[in-house]
T-cell receptor, first 111, second 114 residues
Framework: KQEVTQIPAALSVPEGENLVLNCSFT??????LQWFRQDPGKGLTSLLL?????REQTSGRLNASLDKSSGRSTLYIAASQPGDSATYLC??????????FGSGTRLLVRP | EPEVTQTPSHQVTQMGQEVILRCVPI?????FYWYRQILGQKVEFLVS????????KSEIFDDQFSVERPDGSNFTLKIRSTKLEDSAMYFC????????????FGSGTQLSVL
């Protein structure tokens, strides 16, 4: 059974710092991996999608990498801003095309 | 970008009552999903639906839950007799094909069972 783990559970950084969020999964038979942002009490905003054949994807200050064989992904946020404060969720698409989510990393960027 | 629409955004109900959560998937999508997120917990898969049939369901999706596509546009999740532990945010999602493309999520319905 696929398990997705995210480390750390919470992170507090000063504004301007570069940071890395980690995601690991137990079964490497995935179709893709998505990173989402969730603000408190709100829905899921898709940030980046990496297909299983890809190594990384970039969007603005965000860069996500995928190492499928080792079951790991990282989300790199450059020059963090207070507006980046949110929970970041990692999810993998399994062999039946459903997403399995991690518990998330709660990020606080202090002004 | 096209959107998945969910209504209502908030629903309050009494324990034991039936609730129907509504979703309008993106118009040319064929695969539909419900997920839920209990406060402070992971987003969990409930059910997937294609061609008017359930494709897969989790152990959470017991006989109290049902899904339906009553017409060409709506996709509903019914909870027959709500329990306190059904209180959660419920997300609908859809995608076009049975491939590795992205799932599009709605903004969720916050269900509170009193």
């Amino acid at each position: 059974k696929q398990e997705v783990t995210q480390i750390p559970a919470a992170l507090s950084v000063p504004e301007g710092e570069n940071l890395v969020l980690n995601c690991s999964f137990t079964d490497s038979a995935i179709y893709n991996l998505q990173w989402f942002r969730q603000d408190p009490g709100k829905g899921l905003t898709s940030l980046l999608l990496i297909q299983s054949s890809q190594r990384e994807q970039t969007s603005g200050r965000l860069n996500a990498s995928l190492d499928k064989s080792s079951g790991r992904s990282t989300l790199y946020i450059a020059a963090s801003q207070p507006g980046d404060s949110a929970t970041y969720l990692c999810a993998v698409m399994d062999s039946s095309y459903k997403l399995i989510f991690g518990s998330g990393t709660r990020l606080l960027v202090r002004p | 970008e096209p959107e998945v629409t969910q209504t209502p955004s908030h629903q309050v109900t009494q324990m034991g009552q039936e609730v129907i959560l509504r979703c309008v998937p993106i118009s040319n999508h064929l695969y539909f999903y419900w997920y839920r997120q209990i406060l402070g917990q992971k987003v969990e898969f409930l059910v997937s639906f294609y061609n008017n049939e359930i494709s897969e369901k989790s152990e959470i999706f017991d006989d109290q839950f049902s899904v339906e596509r009553p017409d060409g546009s709506n996709f509903t999740l019914k909870i027959r007799s709500t329990k306190l532990e059904d209180s959660a945010m419920y997300f609908c999602a859809s995608k076009k094909e049975a491939t590795n493309e992205k799932l599009f999520f709605g903004s969720g319905t916050q269900l509170s069972v009193l």
